[in-house]
């Protein structure tokens, strides 16, 4: 244990971060860590599983959860995604509510309410700071939410550019308790290497289907052989739920997929240090959003 978790005064926990799809979670995460932890896309509902990234500061060490976006369900995947934000409200001792420099709407509202029922310490963080050029719309927002709820602390931020960022973590700290650290200082994150791996592959993927397939495809490791030190095998299926879709992953003559598999590959490499073969395919599985089975094998459960 470090001699800073020893002395008096150090301060050890948990912080839930949540809010509505794209509202820059995962973005603020990353820049929290200064390690890219949760995969990033214009699109909404683009992280469906809680990643924990851990900050050590000095006098203490902080453990984050990003958590999907909380919209309304349509299908099993999407009330796991609620779910699983929820929860993680209920585990920490602090929730960072994410949201746009914009009126709060119905979802919003919803999201007041979860935390009023928890009736834990709760920071508003009006993130996207830097795509407002108008002060005073920004004051009559937080006007606005300090109106629903009596937060802790109301914060302006930029998760893209780091602006409020110190201070953020400076407030955090204070409100935590006293305790020793929970983890390794060299410990980022409780994932392991092959799901890291299945997040990039589908993040590349999105990010080449725009939106013609914005969530209906899910990634899954099938081998992972390591054949040295400097180089690991990777095999992995991309599962859509219709043939149209699987054409689309594919592209004209399988370029998109090999572009896919390009980009991921380069991006694995720099997250294992050494080599890397990736192999992709894809496959039709079908409504394997709303099966639960299928979801409790790709990890959804």
Do not use: C
């Not at 109301?154 to 780091?162: C, D, L, M, R, V």
């Not at 953020?168 to 700290?173: A, Q």
């Not at 004209?252 to 590959?265: D, I, N, P, V, Y």
């Not at 490499?269 to 079908?286: I, Q």
Request: charged share 30%.
């Amino acid at each position: 244990m470090s001699s800073e978790a020893e002395s008096a005064g150090f301060r050890f926990g948990f912080v839930s971060i949540i809010g509505k799809p794209n509202v820059g979670k995962s973005t603020l995460l990353n820049k929290i860590i200064g390690h890219k932890l949760a995969i990033v896309t214009s699109r909404p509902q683009t992280t469906r599983n809680r990643i924990m990234g851990i900050k050590n500061l000095v006098g203490g060490q902080i453990v984050f959860y990003d958590t999907p976006g909380i919209h309304d369900a349509k299908h099993k995947l999407g009330e796991f995604l609620v779910k699983t934000a929820v929860a993680a409200v209920k585990e920490t001792e602090l929730t960072y509510f994410v949201t746009d420099p914009t009126p709060a709407d119905d979802t919003d509202i919803g999201i007041i309410k979860t935390l009023k029922e928890q009736s834990k310490p709760s920071f508003l963080l009006i993130n996207k700071t830097d795509t407002v050029s108008d002060k005073s719309r920004l004051l009559r927002v937080i006007d606005e939410y300090r109106d629903l709820y009596d937060f802790s602390e109301i914060i302006p931020i930029s998760a893209k550019t780091g602006d409020g960022i110190d201070i953020l973590l400076e407030k955090t700290l204070r409100l935590l308790p006293e305790g020793p650290a929970g983890f390794s200082t060299d410990v980022l994150t409780d994932k392991f290497e092959r799901f890291m791996a299945a997040e990039i592959i589908r993040e590349k993927a999105m990010e080449l289907t725009y939106e013609e397939l914005p969530h209906a495809l899910a990634v899954e490791i099938v081998t992972w052989k390591e054949k040295s030190k400097n180089l690991v095998s990777i095999s992995a299926n991309i599962y859509v739920e219709k043939d149209s879709q699987k054409g689309i992953i594919i592209g004209k003559r399988g370029a998109l997929l090999k572009e896919t598999g390009s980009r991921a590959r380069l991006e694995i490499e720099r997250l294992l240090g050494a080599k890397v073969y990736l192999e992709l395919f894809v496959k039709v599985r079908d409504k394997w959003r709303k099966d639960a089975n299928t979801l409790k094998e790709l990890g959804y459960s």
